[in-house]
């Protein structure tokens, strides 16, 4: 039977704590309560990757013009914004796990509008829905996983996140090619549906049921995740003379989070965020096909090929990211994109110039791998990570709302301009996304800390050190 808390009358139940730990803390019950959370970004990837395999099923069967299509495109963005914006203050109030079914009920939703759509306006609702919940999944996955692993795990699980956004897109790209439309989307609610079922029967945030004054809810919850053998008393008391501390600060605006207390935490999470939007990702997922057939290649090759390097490039992420660190990896990682870009621009540029014409499309391909793989080994995962480790729990809801709404408005930006920018100069623009992924190189090395090893409580505390006087 597994744990209960009853504390001011609440009972939920919670995963059966086992008497030892797997490999290196990982408990069956952290191992179970990730899976469930990132059935969520898995959600995610699916959501990305639906409309490129769907576009020419869905224009002939509902009569669309291009124009129509793009909407259907862009409307996610649009809803993931507004899922940004109430991400923090939703997880803030009703709970992780509450969130993450909240936002699964309108991916549901949006899913089957999708599916059954006689109409366009069918269409755009259910991407929209399903958008929405995007921008909620994407903030309150990793701050949830964060919260709940211990310090010497936490890199590589909140990691997972991104690495079943890679599989999301992947598998719907590929299993794309053979069924319908309509089918791929109501696929695309099974994922949604498991982590509504599985929500039940994992434990809360820790750290979020401390903020909220449930003590023993608290304890029952960590000492499921770390074991029944394991003595979770030091981890226990941190928490909450941490909470303790932060209550005793006033309420914080969005304005606040400007003044100098929480001017590192804010300077690296939203820096970071805009520095991976801005170095061209989506530019490059969003146009794969065409960037490659522009460049002389087979669009089908450059997207299978974008797939397979980015799942094996983010299991590396995944495998390193408690070994070397954040920042190495992230430096790393910022320059292989920053070369990559090069590469591209350089092909664009031998092409217009009429110079070795031979060599430009293997030049574009090489630079395309070597940009995904780059971003996937770092990049895509690292600036979630830290954006779920630095900010104290008094403001991680509106600072982490604000730094999802700079991660889902660059992405807008990014994938309206870049058609305008490749006909402007298809050299030019990767040039600039390669200069912005050189100075990513330098931000990181001045104002991204060393997260690895650290509870929570350390990182915030050196992070935001006025944060805790009152």
Known sequence: MGLQSEEKGDSYPLIEPRSHGMHGGATFAIIVTTLVAVSGSYVFGTAIGYSSPAQSGIMTDLALTVSEYSVFGSVLTIGAMIGAIVSGKLADYIGRRGTMGFAEIFCLSGWLFIAFSKVAWWLDMGRMLVGFGMGVISYVVPVFIAEITPKELRGAFTTVHQLMICLGISLTWLIGAFLNWRTLALIGAIPCLIQLLGLPFIPESPRWLAKNDRAL????????????SKDISAEVLEIHEYTELLKQLPETSVLELFERQYTRS??????LMALQQFGGVNGIKFYVKSLFTTAGLSGNIGTISLAVIQILMTSVGVVLMDISGRRPLLMISAAGTSLGCLCVGLSFLFKDLQLWQS??????????LTFEGSFSLGMGAIPWVIMSEIFPINV???????VTLV????????????????NWSSAGIFFIFSSICGFTVLFVAKFVPETKGKTLEEIQAAMNPLSTKS
């Open 407 to 422: 991660s889902w408005v660059g992405s807008w930006i990014v994938s309206y301009s870049f058609n305008f920018l490749l």
């Open 396 to 402: 991680k809801g509106l600072a982490g709302s604000l």
């Open 217 to 228: 809810d608290c304890e029952a919850a960590l000492q499921c995740l770390r074991g029944n």
């Open 359 to 368: 060599h430009s499309p293997l030049l574009a391909f090489v630079g395309v």
């Open 266 to 271: 804010i300077i690296a999470g939203v820096g």
